[in-house]
């Protein structure tokens, strides 16, 4: 089946640790995106990618990093700058064409231990 | 930024009772989605809307895209229990960037009661 796939689940980190979360597509969509979800709110753009070794930081992108080596792949590391990391976080991609609706994974929870 | 308000921002209704929600806009948008959320799981798109004064349905669902192109509402009839999530909109305006970015709504928790 076609669709995106966010792993793991659920995601557990230390102070100080670097994580990566990782969002897999098989739609041959150009873009992709990351998100974060915080209760009660919306969603809040931190980086995305329009092409293969492009992307570009959204509104939130300080303390996370991304890379896009692959079309189908785009991973996000959840770095230790980043000082309030708990939150659910949502992959999205799309076709580049003006009016293409986002689609989205099923999310990665991260917690801090 | 732009910025969407979404209200309301919670519902409590009976089984078989229509809901509305809606959005608005501090600027023009040329895209309006509405999405649907189940706990633990990424938003599903329901309706996609890109004119002004478009009505769009899906099953028991209509959405409308605002004349004035800065609101955009969704309704659902005879609710049912399966109903239950958090719906957004989401838009795409003229200024949003690259053109690309969507804005989200903060949400509508839908709670039907049986």
């Known amino acids: 089946d076609g669709g995106i796939t966010q792993s793991p689940k659920y995601l557990f980190r230390k102070e100080g640790q670097n994580v990566t979360l990782s969002c897999e597509q098989n739609l041959n969509h150009d873009a992709m995106y990351w998100y974060r979800q915080d209760p009660g709110q919306g969603l809040r753009l931190i980086y995305y990618s329009q092409i293969v070794n492009d992307f570009q930081k959204g509104d939130i992108a300080e303390g996370y990093s991304v890379s896009r080596e692959k079309k189908e792949s785009f991973p996000l590391t959840v770095t230790s700058a980043q000082k309030n990391p708990t939150a659910f976080y949502l992959c999205?991609?799309?076709?580049?064409?003006?009016?293409?609706?986002?689609?989205f994974g099923d999310g990665t929870r991260l917690s801090i231990l | 930024g732009q910025q969407l308000n979404q209200s309301p921002q919670s519902m409590f209704i009976q089984e078989g009772e229509d809901v509305s929600m809606n959005c608005t806009s501090s600027s023009i948008f040329n895209t309006w989605l509405w999405y649907k959320q189940e706990p633990g799981e990424g938003p599903v798109l329901l309706i996609a809307l890109y004119k002004a004064g478009e009505l769009t349905s899906n099953g028991r669902l209509t959405a409308q895209f605002g004349i004035t192109r800065k609101d955009s509402f969704l309704n659902i009839s005879a609710s049912i229990p399966s109903d239950v999530g958090i719906y957004f909109c989401?838009?795409?305006?003229?200024?949003?960037?690259?053109?690309?970015?969507?804005?989200f709504g903060s949400g509508t928790q839908l709670t039907v009661l049986p």
């Open positions: 999205a991609s799309n076709l580049w064409g003006r009016d293409q609706p986002q689609h």
């Open positions: 989401a838009g795409r305006g003229i200024s949003s960037g690259s053109a690309r970015q969507l804005t």
